[in-house]
């Protein structure tokens, strides 16, 4: 018997593992592939090497913080660097803008570019700590659905910057009143991308966001966002968490102040932690029909269209990050979220990790990891998957002014039904529910079950979201919440 078995060995389920193990808790972590990471996979084709999930990295210091708890060194397990730029906009017009984390650059870029002032950017960004610092960290450090985690003193003392914070207004409306410039509006919109919803819908309190990216800084990790979770299942091992791979679920029950998890063989453990997608959790281990429908009912994020392409010749006019707009944002998004259809003209984004680790692919060649949202739940016959491939490179040859096709020396496609299939994200969303709804964040699935006692949530499709740091403050949530009933 384990005193806590973790279902997925995902970042969520590894960095929560880690935690209880340090409280000297006895610890299985399963996990249905043969290989950690879940989405935060890797592939190596023919000498080229692909993330297959996330891609960018901020808030280094909360993976840092599980090699602390241990008294390690991270730099014994994964090295990282700053890098100076977030991302790289290119426009239907052709023009091309680059986002600095550095702010002197940014202001110059932006000044000469597109004739901002700079007053207007670094008033935006201040407003977005000032967000973040009130109001992200109560709501995303805590497990906001129990009333008596609430930290109440902050939230009454934060209440001003809480009703100013654009909570009642999109995005867009935001973004629209604040920057009063067509291209930066379309850029600070992009943010509610980053839980897989529409700046149209979401909330202007997303503005938050930016913050993490331009103010704490833009991160690399020297060996691919991989080596993230890599280390920290090296680390795991070395403390005595105890892993079991291609485990096959087909039931859970909780009798007797115990749960029983049948897979390969039977477990038994005094706390339960899904650490998959909570959808696929009630549907297919706890099969609870009745919260299942709850929570299936609410919208889906976006999924996606991923090529991973092996380009043989190097593109100068990329980064590390790279996003090409569509003509029209708010079709795109009506496309997704209204019609539930691929977008005919959709923003398509490059991550190229080969910029800054030249191993990730052959000499003179570079990993193309492209990707364009999608609505969940989308299937994808070939032909369709052709028709998507032949616009993009259509739509990026024309914006690079270069061939691409002829240079793919490598390609695999990821698409929202294989997500599922490989992560066991429920319709391939890859943050669960949307965000599209003011409240939301109230909404979200909670980080503990108010039904089964001892069951706890973590990771992107519960509160407090997707992404790499909320993912590894969602396993601190957890942490506590056990902590707390120990």
């Known amino acids: ?70 008294g390690e060194d991270f730099s014994h397990f994964y090295r990282y660097h700053q890098h100076n730029e977030s991302c790289r906009y290119f426009f239907r017009d052709g023009q091309q803008i ?14 000469s570019k597109l004739g901002v002032e700079a007053a207007s950017i670094e ?50 409306q935001l973004n629209s009143k604040t920057l009063k410039n067509d291209k930066l509006v379309q850029i600070f919109n992009r943010y509610a991308t980053y839980n897989g919803s529409d700046p149209y819908k979401a ?36 403390n005595g968490v105890e892993f079991s791979f291609n485990e096959t679920i087909t039931n859970c029950s909780f009798n007797k102040g115990l749960y029983k998890i049948d897979a390969n063989k039977a477990y038994q453990a005094k706390q339960l932690v899904c650490a998959i997608d909570h959808l ?43 996003i090409f707009f569509s003509e029209d944002y708010a079709q795109e998004f009506k496309d997704i979220f209204q019609a539930g259809s691929i977008p005919s003209d959709p923003t398509i984004y490059i991550h190229i990790s080969s910029k800054l680790n030249q191993k990730d692919a052959p000499p003179d060649c570079e990993n ?60 391939g969303a890859l943050y669960g529910a949307s965000s599209n709804k003011k409240f939301s964040a109230l909404t979200r699935h909670p980080n503990f079950s108010k039904k089964y006692k001892n069951l706890y949530f973590c990771g992107g499709t519960v509160h407090p979201g997707g992404g790499i740091p909320l993912v590894l403050k969602s396993a601190q949530i957890v942490d506590k919440l056990i902590a707390d009933v120990n």
């Open 280 to 322: 696929s959790f009630y549907k297919n281990i706890l099969k609870d029909q009745q919260l299942f429908q709850k929570y299936n009912k609410q919208e889906r994020s976006t999924s996606a269209l991923v090529f991973y392409w092996g380009i043989n010749k190097n593109i100068d006019a990329l980064g590390l990050h790279n």
């Open 98 to 111: 680059s986002f600095f984390t550095d702010r002197t650059l940014l202001k110059e870029e932006l000044s």
């Open 123 to 172: 008033k935006y960004l201040e407003h977005s700590a000032q967000k973040y610092d009130a109001i992200g960290k109560v709501f995303l450090e805590t497990a906001i659905h129990k009333k008596t985690e609430i930290p109440w003193k902050s939230v009454l003392s934060n209440l001003p910057v809480f009703f100013n914070s654009g909570l009642m207004t999109s995005l867009h």
């Open 368 to 427: 193309w990891f492209v990707m364009i949202n999608v609505p969940a739940g989308v299937c994808l016959e070939q032909a369709q998957q052709d028709k998507i491939k032949a616009l993009v490179l259509k739509r990026l040859e024309a914006a690079l002014d270069t061939p691409i096709t002829a240079h793919i020396a490598v390609e695999k496609v990821w698409t929202p039904k294989r997500i599922e299939t490989d992560t066991g994200a429920l319709h």
């Open 1 to 70: 018997m384990y005193d806590a078995v973790i279902i997925g060995a995902g970042l969520a389920g590894i960095a929560t593992a880690l935690r209880l193990k340090k409280r000297g808790a006895n610890v299985l972590v399963l996990e249905k592939n043969s290989h950690v990471g879940g989405k935060m996979n890797q592939h190596d084709i023919e000498g080229y090497r692909f993330d297959t999930g996330p891609s960018l990295f901020t808030m280094p210091e909360l993976v840092n913080e599980l090699y602390e708890l241990f």
């Open 203 to 238: 909330s202007g309190i997303l503005s938050m966001i930016p913050h993490l990216e331009q103010n704490a800084g833009t991160f690399f990790p020297n060996g691919g966002i991989y080596s993230i979770v890599k280390g920290l299942y090296q680390l795991a091992l070395k």
